[in-house]
């Protein structure tokens, strides 16, 4: 999949030194999500959606309404006031999804299937794991039908049963969603957010710069490069801690819980309010302050792990978190060698967030962009 990130990424680059050389200013939050949708897309749903350069907007526009969060969205609303609710009415075959974006991408997803299962095309991406792994436990298991008896079948499969477990096609289209749906906006909030720190923020994004100059050059960038660039992961971390895109995420108690002088019953649906964690003033001195240098190995190890919660934690953390931030830490590198961002007259200081269960910016994040002088 890494290939298919770093052709997105450098047509990512392509738009900032286009905005650079007409001087135009960018609403970084719109370009961020074209540049999430193209990789999730293609690497998930394994088609070129090319939103970057203005094509596929049938495509695009069905993809995005998995996110209409305005009132027509009754479902959504009835989740995040009753949780059991929603799940009554989703059992009556209610969906928080549209139709029509759900029927335009399942028959689009079964294309590609058809496909792929013909091998009349091959792509390194979700949906080529999934029929990869299908062919491999199929081949298997006539391979061992061949060669032994009924009983050791059925001992082989009891031993064996859970790793031969294979995705149907509707289990695949859910899978890819909840890629899309957990991977878009949250990646594209943390990339806007991250380059209005580095506008608002100069010596900050002087450091980042150094430090991609000096670990990388102009030599390709590989994913193990990525990951010798410290203190640019400090500075995202700092980002998701600041501006978690989730601000909020729900677990169910597995058990009856005492919590200090609370009783928590078993089956108690509990939010856990990740804003206000991360900007709690007896962890985090000075929360409202930009320090990357808290996510210092010495620094971190001060802390309680529950302290920071950009991705969740626990078995239902989040799903896509290494692929956002691989996603993301390769845009960002590759936008930086070639441009520096600046603040303009349309750029907000402070953020203006808006309130909903992503976070938000309710005007843009409006920035400059001028070309790098090697």
């Not at 028959?107 to 990869?132: C, G, K, P, T």
């Not at 199929?138 to 859970?162: A, I, L, P, S, V």
């Not at 609370?262 to 939010?271: A, L």
Request: glycine share 4%.
């Amino acid at each position: 999949m890494y290939s298919l990130m770093n052709e997105i990424s450098d047509t990512y680059c392509e738009r900032f030194l286009e905005y650079a050389d007409k001087q135009e200013l960018i609403d970084m939050k719109a370009l961020n999500s074209l540049f999430t949708l193209d990789n999730i897309a293609s690497c998930l749903f394994g088609v070129e959606t090319n939103s970057l350069q203005n094509e596929n907007v049938t495509l695009i526009n069905y993809l995005k309404k998995f996110f209409n969060r305005g009132l027509s969205n009754i479902i959504l609303i009835i989740y995040f006031i009753s949780p059991q609710l929603a799940m009554y009415f989703g059992k009556k075959g209610y969906s928080m999804f549209p139709k029509d974006a759900v029927d335009y991408t399942t028959n689009l997803l079964n294309q590609i299937l058809a496909r792929r299962r013909q091998h009349l095309e091959r792509r390194n991406d979700f949906i080529q794991m999934m029929i990869d792994h299908e062919e491999e436990v199929n081949h298997e298991e006539n391979r061992t039908n061949q060669q032994t008896d009924k009983k050791e079948q059925q001992q082989q499969q009891q031993q064996w049963g859970t790793l031969r477990k294979t995705l149907n096609d509707k289990e695949i289209l859910s899978q890819a969603v909840v890629f899309l749906l957990a991977g878009y906006e949250t990646t594209s909030i943390l990339m806007s957010c991250f380059f209005y720190i580095m506008a608002t923020e100069p010596v900050i994004q002087e450091k980042v710069y150094e430090e991609i100059r000096q670990e990388i050059g102009d030599d390709e960038v590989t994913h193990e490069k990525l990951n010798q660039l410290q203190y640019l992961d400090m500075v995202i971390s700092e980002t998701l801690r600041r501006y978690p895109p989730g601000i909020r995420f729900d677990r169910i108690a597995a058990c009856d819980y005492q919590l200090g002088d609370y009783q928590i019953p078993k089956g108690t649906i509990v939010n856990v309010s990740v804003y206000p964690i991360h900007h709690d003033p007896d962890v985090w001195p000075d929360p409202e302050k930009f320090i990357p240098e808290r996510f210092l190995p010495s620094e971190k190890a001060k802390r309680h792990p529950m302290t920071y919660l950009p991705f969740g934690d626990g078995p239902r953390n989040c799903i896509g978190m290494r692929f956002a931030l691989l996603e993301a830490k390769l845009g960002i590198v590759k936008a930086l060698r070639a441009v520096e961002f600046q603040k303009c007259e349309k750029t907000a200081v402070p953020l203006q967030l808006g309130k909903f269960e992503i976070i938000n910016t309710k005007i843009g994040v409006w920035l400059r962009v001028v070309r790098r002088s090697q």
